[in-house]
Nanobody, 120 residues
């Protein structure tokens, strides 16, 4: 009923930048928090950053100062601007969101992920 689609991943050199986007669509009444997670090869999925519907943000310490999360509520879209990328930032980046559908049912959905590869 609610779908999330990420885009913007790719191959970038050490020190480069990428901007990820995640658009939510479907039977959306409201979106509460939107989050970015990443999963590096052989590792567990970890939270990168989160943003509430009012714009409050949180970041995992290792990403502070390099990554910026933002959202456009009119477009139901969340962004992740990633600067000063390092090879250890390589992984699949997933978008996540929760809220209510038009039928007032809660949802908690994931996107399919987008690959980010940082070469040294």
């Amino acid at each position: 009923q609610v779908q999330l689609v990420e885009s913007g991943g790719g191959l970038v050199q050490d020190g480069g930048s990428l901007r990820l986007s995640c658009a939510a669509s479907g039977s959306i009444f409201s979106i509460n928090a939107m989050r970015w997670y990443r999963q590096a090869p052989g590792k567990q999925r970890e939270l990168v950053a989160a943003i509430t519907d009012s714009g409050s943000t949180t970041y995992t310490d290792s990403m502070k100062g390099r990554f910026t999360i933002s959202r456009d509520n009119a477009k139901n879209t969340v962004y992740l601007q990633m600067n000063s990328l390092k090879p250890e930032d390589t992984g699949v980046y997933y978008c996540n969101a929760d809220g209510l559908t038009k039928y007032r049912r809660s949802y908690y959905e994931w996107g399919q992920g987008t690959q980010v590869t940082v070469s040294s």
